[in-house]
Structures are given as structure tokens and as C-alpha cells.
């Protein structure tokens, strides 16, 4: 079983600076697109920033030039450091992956998510 754990989330105040980290655990051959996504308290969970395992990236504007998204593929882990921080960047981060346990087989999985809250 391939899980997700977030860990790095807490309270900070407008202007302050945060790093998460989604660490991947069980079996993995290979993993795939990995991604940042949030999901503020009533609105829907919406997309903060995506990287490749070519280390491709794609941010959603709202964060772009505040946050940067990296992987240690070697770690099997997923970062996203936070800064600039807004009281509108207040949600829930979850991350997400598309993994191959083994060869031919994909699972999309996701963290149980971590809260970053932001006080003006």
C-alpha cells in the first residue's frame, strides 16, 4: 500500500514563510507527476502547483514567484516552499502522485493533507 504523508503545515503571519513536505512510503517503482493542491474552508479544492518527473513545472498564478515546488526522487519526496505568505493562502495543502507500485500499473494517490493558516 503507496501512501502520501504531508507534514510542515502551521500558523504563520502575512509575509512569513512555510516549506511542506509529502513523503512517499510503501512500494514504488517509479513515481510520476507529482502536485500541490489546496483547499480553503466552503470553496473547492483547486491546484497549486505541479512538477514532472522531468522536473517540469507548472504554478497556479496566484502563487507564482511566492512558491517553489522541487522533488527528491531519490527520497521519494515532494516539497513546496511557501513564501510571502497571504491570509488568502489559508487552506488545507494536500499533496498528490501518480505512482507506479510496479511496472504497468498507475494509482493516483493522495495525502491526508496538512493546514496552513495564515494570520494578517
Known amino acids: 500500500q503507496v501512501q502520501l504523508v504531508e507534514s510542515g503545515g502551521g500558523l504563520v503571519q502575512a509575509g512569513g514563510s512555510l516549506r511542506l513536505s509529502c513523503a512517499g512510503s510503501g512500494t514504488i517503482f517509479r513515481i510520476n507527476t507529482m502536485g500541490w493542491y489546496r483547499q480553503a474552508s466552503g470553496k473547492q479544492r483547486e491546484l497549486v502547483a505541479t512538477?514532472?518527473?522531468?522536473?517540469?513545472?507548472n504554478y497556479a498564478d496566484s502563487v507564482k514567484g511566492r512558491f517553489t515546488i522541487s522533488r527528491d526522487n531519490a527520497k521519494n519526496t515532494l516539497y513546496l516552499q511557501m513564501n510571502s505568505l497571504k491570509p488568502e493562502d489559508t487552506a488545507v495543502y494536500f499533496c498528490?502522485?501518480?505512482?507506479?507500485?510496479?511496472?504497468?500499473?498507475?494509482?493516483?494517490?493522495w495525502g491526508q493533507g496538512t493546514q496552513v493558516t495564515v494570520s494578517s
Open positions: 498528490n502522485a501518480e505512482i507506479q507500485p510496479r511496472i504497468g500499473v498507475r494509482s493516483t494517490v
Open positions: 512538477i514532472s518527473s522531468g522536473d517540469s513545472t
